[in-house]
């Protein structure tokens, strides 16, 4: 790599990590976000199949799993699709036709406490409230914040 382009990756980086270092969510769309969210979820909450956890997650399952379920210390394989109210897709690993393998803990605490009810094989949809995804703060461009998400998750196995 010449001097020039090591320059320039580097003047890239420092942009890219100030950009998201120094910029604040803008209040009026946290505030809109957080009560459209939270019409949508009070509505969701009373369509049939729809449960909702103590925590405020709510789900639905789309296809039933068999057998053992993942503890919060689990790594998973998952295929999923993530959404925002307005059906805008933030990131899929069916789009990118590879599932994604992580340890549950360490995902936003609406996967952490979802994943953990689906058996292996099981495909729920989640309606994720901003305190159990990325809140106040959002994440990047593709998720405001105060951003209600709609995630639907295909438990493939348990490590």
């Known amino acids: 790599m010449g001097k020039t382009q090591l320059v320039i990756l580097v003047v890239s980086i420092i942009l890219f990590i100030g950009y998201f270092m120094f910029t604040k969510p803008d209040p009026e769309l946290a505030d809109n976000n957080k009560q459209t969210g939270e019409a949508f979820l009070?509505?969701?909450a009373g369509k049939e199949?729809?449960?909702t956890?103590?925590?405020?997650?709510?789900?639905?399952i789309l296809k039933a799993g068999e057998g053992n379920k993942p503890t919060a210390s689990s790594n998973v394989t998952v295929h999923y699709q993530g959404t925002t109210l307005d059906g805008k897709e933030f990131d899929s690993s069916y789009s990118r036709n590879?599932?994604?393998t992580f340890?549950?803990?360490r995902v936003i605490a609406g996967w952490t406490?979802?994943?953990?009810?689906m058996p292996i094989g099981a495909k729920y949809r989640f309606f994720i409230h901003p305190d159990l995804g990325y809140g106040a703060k959002g994440a990047g461009a593709a998720i405001g914040p105060n951003e209600t998400l709609i995630f639907d998750v295909e438990l493939l196995s348990i490590q």
């Open 42 to 44: 009070a509505e969701n």
């Open 49 to 51: 199949g729809v449960i």
């Open 53 to 60: 956890t103590a925590s405020g997650l709510q789900y639905m």
């Open 98 to 100: 590879a599932p994604a």
């Open 103 to 105: 340890p549950l803990n």
């Open 113 to 117: 406490e979802g994943v953990q009810l």
